[in-house]
């Protein structure tokens, strides 16, 4: 659940207007709607104050360690391991739309849509087609690149933007951003695999 949902949720419960619960953060009834449309965010020093508001924590607030959401993650990956193993590459990339539709700010559902967007690409004949799922491929690493910690997320999302770019029968092949891309991935020195060893 998103924090708009969130907040929509909790000033409900807790049976308050808009213009009420502004008033008791101190901010405009234009900022709460804002928040709960996803047009806004509230200022970080105003995240706590909210959290504290409504009694939860701020992980609860931004849905951050949900169980059942995690639940849900785990068994669309499972999900996924069957339609993958019996070559259903379609209907991966259509159980990763619904998972990432219900949690899009979700890194591994953003991960896992651009592997299977990657998987139906290289199977389309249609020109048009391919290109349109790899540019969706891409907005989708570019954005786990831009907001993930994840070291795992972001080194597969830096692969498929070197082969997508990388990738000369693309109309926006571009050598010199597959090579940037490159660049940020680690050195095969410092790979676990490795190092463990």
């Known amino acids: 659940m998103a924090l708009a949902e969130k907040l929509y949720e909790l000033r409900k419960k807790s049976n308050l207007s808009q213009e009420q619960l502004a008033e008791q953060l101190g ?22 104050p909210l959290a504290n508001f409504f009694g939860v924590s701020t992980d609860t607030l ?9 639940r849900e993650i785990k068994n669309y990956e499972e999900r996924s391991q069957k339609l993958r ?35 139906c690409a290289s199977q389309k004949t249609d020109q048009g087609e391919r290109e349109a799922y790899v540019k969706e491929e891409i907005a989708l690493c570019e954005r786990i690149l831009s907001g993930c910690t994840d070291s795992d997320l972001r080194s597969g999302a830096i692969q498929l933007l070197v082969y997508a770019y990388g990738d000369n029968t693309l109309s ?24 463990l060893a």
């Open 62 to 70: 931004f849905d951050f360690c949900s169980e059942d959401k995690v």
């Open 172 to 195: 926006f092949a571009d050598e010199d951003k597959a090579v940037s891309y490159a660049n940020m991935g680690g050195s095969i020195y410092t790979c676990s695999e490795i190092l």
């Open 85 to 119: 193993h019996k070559g259903l590459n379609e209907e991966n990339l259509a159980l990763w739309r619904e998972a990432f539709g219900k949690h899009p700010g979700d890194y591994t559902c953003m991960s896992r849509l651009s592997y299977a967007l990657s998987s």
């Open 27 to 48: 901010v405009s009834r234009q900022a709460i709607s804002k928040w709960e449309n996803n047009t806004g965010l509230p200022d970080i020093s105003q995240i706590v």
